[in-house]
């Protein structure tokens, strides 16, 4: 007789199905473009293996080829992310012609926020103000110890002066400068509740920085790349992956980011989300090689099945985990 262990889904599409749910596309909302893989730090959980070293970045012609397919389109919102996208030769220009625009554009940008104390650096905060692109910074905690203990010695101070002077620019306050803080937990456990720690980051940061946000983003860490090495050399990848499939939540598959977001690697191509692309589970095209996004009709792309695996149940499992937060 099958243990229950046995019966248990083992595979992301196989725990879908026993749920009676499917997952497919909505009408694309976001172009998530990731610019490259160069960053000033190299944090423990990055899904990206980021660092200063990395030598990936978006070229000029394929900037030129991604804009003039992205102003054709309605998709109201293009998500910079990398890396740390400021550091991108092209990211001004990426930013201005966005912002100009005749159809107006949401821009979001996933910065790293000690990029603003950074030599070479200190246009950032007044460029994006500007230009009143929306921020996501990385505040994995309002404790010194723990966000350096995932992000390296000196970079709480370093992102708590960055935040003051985005605050000092309107940030968090001016409804048109959008700032929020995103969490990503110390290990392999899945995020608190959302509403909860964004209460206590507020206080916290308040109290101790004067520091004010619109937001808190919880995500959860993906089981990929830098984070699956290091649980992987700790003997705990098995049981992350463990409580990721036991903590699995159909009520979060309708907010899947996957579902709206058209992801592009610093290449052109396009891919589910950013996890997938580093996993290299790209789309692919008529002729059978990488699907650019030049050559996406949004029209139709709905009808594109959405690649899955087994990382996909860490955006499914407890409350959920998507660029935007929680999903539950």
């Known amino acids: 007789m099958p243990t229950a262990a046995s019966t248990r889904p083992q595979s992301f599409d196989e725990a879908l199905a026993a749920t009676g749910r499917s997952l497919g596309r909505a009408r694309p909302q976001v172009l998530q473009l990731n610019v490259g893989k160069l960053c000033n730090l190299t944090c423990t959980h990055c899904h990206v293996n980021a660092g200063p070293a990395r030598k990936e970045v978006i070229s000029g012609d394929t ?3 991604v804009l003039r397919w992205f102003e054709a389109t309605d ?5 910079l992310t990398g890396g740390t996208p400021e550091m991108v ?29 950074e030599p070479g650096y200190g246009w950032v905060a007044g460029f994006l103000a500007a ?3 929306e921020v996501v910074a990385s505040m994995p905690c309002y404790s010194p110890d723990n966000v350096e203990a995932q992000r390296g010695e000196g970079t709480f101070d370093a992102s708590i002066r960055a935040l003051q002077k985005l605050n000092a620019l309107g940030y968090g306050s001016d409804p ?9 937990p110390g290990g392999d456990f899945l995020p608190p509740d959302q509403a909860r720690l964004q209460a206590d980051y507020k206080r916290e940061m308040r109290e101790h920085f004067d520091i004010v946000f619109d937001g808190l983003y919880c995500i959860a860490n993906m089981p990929i790349a830098r984070f699956a090495s290091y649980l992987r050399r700790e003997g705990r990848l098995d049981d992350y992956m463990a409580l990721l499939r036991e903590s699995f939540n ?30 290299g589970l790209g789309l692919r095209g008529g002729d059978g090689g990488a699907l650019k996004v030049w050559d996406v009709d949004p029209a139709s792309y709905a ?20 660029c935007g937060g929680a999903l539950t």
């Not at 912002?99 to 104390?117: C, G, K, M, P």
């Not at 048109?176 to 990503?184: E, T």
């Not at 955006?315 to 959920?320: E, F, I, R, Y």
């Open 176 to 184: 048109a400068l959008k700032l929020h803080l995103v969490y990503n």
């Open 250 to 279: 159909p009520g979060t598959v309708d907010g899947l980011m996957c579902r709206d977001t058209i992801n592009v690697s610093w290449e052109g191509d396009v891919f589910d989300c950013d996890f997938n692309q580093m996993l």
């Open 131 to 133: 230009h009143e692109v």
């Open 63 to 65: 900037v030129d080829r």
């Open 75 to 79: 998709i109201p919102a293009l998500d």
């Open 303 to 322: 009808a594109v099945p959405i690649r899955t695996a087994a990382h996909c149940f860490g955006c499914t499992a407890g409350s959920g985990s998507s």
């Open 89 to 117: 030769p092209d990211f001004r220009r990426i930013v201005e012609s966005v912002r100009s625009y005749s159809r107006r554009r949401r821009v979001i940008d996933r910065l790293n926020a000690t990029i603003i104390e």
